[in-house]
Structure formats: C-alpha cells, structure tokens
DNA sequence: CGAGTACTTGAAAGATCTCAAATTAGGTGG
DNA sequence: CCACCTAATTTGAGATCTTTCAAGTACTCG
C-alpha cells in the first residue's frame, strides 16, 4: 500500500533542506504495529510521546460523560497523532486503529530538539495545527447546520478522498471499514438513523452497496447532498525563508 | 478594563527570556480600533495580516452554502486572529467585534523572522493552535451530542468564565453582548428555541435575566444542564530547553 | 415619537431518536 | 465444512425534540 510519510506531507507545502528531511526521517525511523480495533492511547492518559501514522487509517475519539462517544477525526498516513501531548503532557483523545496500521512513536523532547535546530519545521507543526483546526471548524458547521442526510454523504466523500490520496488507485470504489454506529458517532447521528440515511441514499442512486463496499454512483448529487465547505489544501510555507542550521 | 495580552497568556505556560519578551510587544505594538459590529476579516479574503486581540470582544464565523452563519468561535484578549493566513495565506473564517475592540496587526512575515530568531516562540504558536483545537474538538462533541438545553447553557457558561478571564472583577452576573440569534449561530440552534431554552433554564432557577444582563443563579446546577467535558487549561511548555539567541 | 430590531409565545410540521424485533454477516469451535 | 454465536444491519411504530410560521410585545436609536 502506498502511503504518504510525515515528509511528505511536509514537504508539498515547504521545500526542506537535506538536513531538515534528514532530521524527519530519524524522528519517524521506529515503527511499531497497531492490529484493527486496537487501541493506540487513552484518552486522558500522561504521556510524552506522540506518533506519526505510517499506514493503516486510525480515528480518534474522545467520550462523554454520558458514556457516549464522539469521533472527533480520522487519521491517515502523515498524519500526526496525538500532538496534544507537546503542550498538555496527555492525551485529549483516545486513538484506536480502524485498520491494521504501523505507526512511529516518537518522544515529544526529540521532536522539539529538532524544531529547535531547525526552526522552520516548528512552523511545520502550526501549520499542521492549523490544518487540523480547519478540518474540525468545517466539521462543527457541517454538524451544527446540516441535515442527516448531508452528514451521512460528507463523510463517505470524505473517507473516499482520504483513502484516495494515500492510495491512488481508488476510484468510486471504496471499504470504509467503520461500522454504521461508528458513522453515527462520527456525525452525531444513532446508528439508526444512519442506517436509514445511507438506505435513503442508494434509493435515490447516489451510491451502491454490497459487502461492506460502497461506490459513488452519482458524485455531483453526493457533493450537493453533502453541501460542505469545500476547504481545498491550500496550505502553503514555500515563502519561508531559509535558515542558517545549527 | 484590566486585559491579557499575548505576552501574558504566552508567558503563563513558557517563561519567556528578557528578549523573547520584547520581541513579542514588538510584534504586538500597533493599535487598531474596531468598533462593536464592524467587521475586522472578511471570510475567504487573501492577506498575510493576522492580529492579536488586546481588548473587547471578537467572534468568528463561516458561512454556509445556504445562507446560514455558523459562529465557531469567541475571542478574548490575548488570542490570536486569523492565524489561517500564516499557511493559508487567506482568512477562512470572518471577524467581527461584539464589543468595542482593539487589536494589534501583525504581518506574518514578522511573526515568521520572529519565530525564526526565537525558535521557541514557534513551538508557543503551535501551542496556541492546539488550544484553539481542542477547544473546537469539545464545542463539537458538545453540539453534535447534547440537547438544546444543554447547549444554552454550556455557551453561558463559557462567555461567563473568558469574560472573568480578562476581567476577574466578573462574578455570576454578565453582560453575554450577544442576540439570541446570535447564540443560535454558535449552538446550531434557532433564535427562537434559543429563546425557549433560556426561559426554561431561568423558569428552573438557573438563571435570571433582565436587560440583557444574565445572572448565574445555580452555578452548580447550571453546570449539570451543560454537561461539558470541563477540559481546564493545563498548557505548560516550562519545560522546553532554552536557547541561544542569534 | 416612530421605525426597526430583538424578543417572546403559540401551534403545527418535520426531523431524529428510542424501543423492539427480525434479518444478515462474520468468526469460531467442533 | 457445518453449526452456532455474537455483532451488525435492517425495518417499523411511536415518542420527543427542534424547526417553521405567524403574530404580538418590548427596546433602542435617531
């Protein structure tokens, strides 16, 4: 499976210097495998470690009071998890794997080392916040304001586009690999209700179902039934100066 | 009106050397007014501005396809506004003052050449961006998984305590400085269950109303009806390494 | 004092949830 | 490979919550 690496990621919106590439590499160098449904970290756990997803797709999760479940993200390759760590020494969600994946620990005290020696991969990190951060604003409008329905349809797209772009070769075809009631905790929906949304859904043609696999038989109508912000990339630190290395 | 600043809500979690501290008041000198209702970014607008709020009181919103405003967050003195254009290089969400504000400009490029000299001041912004993320991630959790009720009362709450934040003169009586249909822009409600939901919590006792002013009458209680994940504050970057400064 | 905006209340429609039960799918031990 | 067991999905019916529409009241600003 092909997948994108934290430097990567980085590196389509900052050109990196041999040295600053060479420090992201060592800090993501270990691996460790985490099977499907494990958990990764708890929620409210201490901790100073934080880890970069690899391969595989995580979502991370916090719980209420009420014992219910919010699914706040889902995470893919390059992605950061568990970045609270830097700045609260726990963790504000639980992580757990929604595929077998491998991910790289690392300690919160290398990954400011190399932010202090190189300055610009600091920025990095904001930027990743940022990104996050827009991610989960869209997602509160998309909650707050909009119906079943449009919940249901924005986050197959979603989950399509992001296996997309850590896998090419996926089409209109895909395996979410999450149950119904994990897609409610996700939109804020009971399973029920889910269930009747998608069912709405292929009734009205804009995909199919078989088998756990879903495929996009009508993308605009899914797009419009979904009526979400459409937050193109867009992230970009090329104008960052260089900086002389320590 | 007793106001943090950003030197202050940074030096609360990092101690900050002589020239770290100077070189923020440096980049937060200049002074712009906004009046009450005027609109400070507009959502989508290209600049490389972005401010700090040093006094008053700021909300940012998203608007939707339809129409429909989506508030996503309120701002206090001491944050930091449209820090998007630092990666976006465009404002993704409108700002507009609730209050009489004032703010200080900031070029990115600025901020950059200062997080450049002073590595740390970085790691401090990355730092605030995770505050604004997990303040996002428990405002979603709270919209997508409580009852109305509920969310009335959790936004009182939260205008109450950033209001005594910057002003810890504020007791349980309040000036929330908000329309209803305001409040139903940030809790995905309508004005006029807005309405009914705080005629409910006063007709309970949890609070009383006149002109305008609200006053917490059962904070205890008022806190039950919020059900919110109470995620306190808990920044600390103390125990980053110091460096030497070019 | 007048006009516009915000607030308030009622009644009915619509969306979503809850509860309950039937069906299907997947995994495991024999 | 089968039989069983559990988890997941599916569907129906009624209850509950929230919205919509409509109308009247209160406030504020010029």
Redesign the pocket.
């Known amino acids: 499976m092909p997948a994108l690496s934290l430097v990567d990621r980085i590196g389509a919106f900052l050109p990196l210097s041999t040295t600053e590439r060479a420090a992201l590499l060592e800090l993501t160098e270990r691996e460790r495998g985490v099977r499907r449904g494990a958990t990764l970290v708890r929620q409210n756990e201490r901790s100073t470690e934080l880890f970069a997803l690899k391969s595989g797709m995580m979502m991370g999760y916090v719980l209420l009071d009420d014992g219910s479940r919010q699914i706040v993200r889902f995470l893919f390759p390059g992605d950061l998890l568990s970045t609270n760590v830097i700045t609260y020494g726990k963790a504000h969600q639980t992580l757990v794997a929604v595929a077998d994946s491998v991910v790289a620990p690392i300690d919160r005290a290398q990954l400011v080392e190399a932010t202090l020696r190189f300055p610009r991969l600091a920025l990095a990190l904001a930027a990743i916040e940022q990104t996050e951060g827009a991610a989960l604003a869209d997602r509160l409008a998309g909650i707050a304001k909009t119906?079943?329905?449009a919940r249901v349809a924005a986050v197959l797209l979603e989950l399509r586009d992001r296996m997309r772009r850590s896998d090419p070769a996926i089409g209109d075809s895909f395996v979410p690999g999450l149950?119904?009631?994990e897609i409610g905790d996700a939109t804020?929906?009971?399973?029920?209700?889910v269930?009747?949304m998608?069912?709405k859904l292929e009734d009205q043609g804009l995909i199919a179902?078989m088998?756990?696999r879903v495929t996009i038989l009508d993308e605009p109508a899914l797009h419009r039934a979904a009526d979400r912000v459409d937050r193109q990339a867009g992230v970009d630190l090329s104008w960052l100066p260089e900086t002389r290395e320590a």
Chains 1, 2 share one sequence.
């Open positions: 119906s079943a329905r149950t119904q009631e804020g929906l009971t399973a029920v209700h269930n009747r998608l069912r179902r088998a756990g």
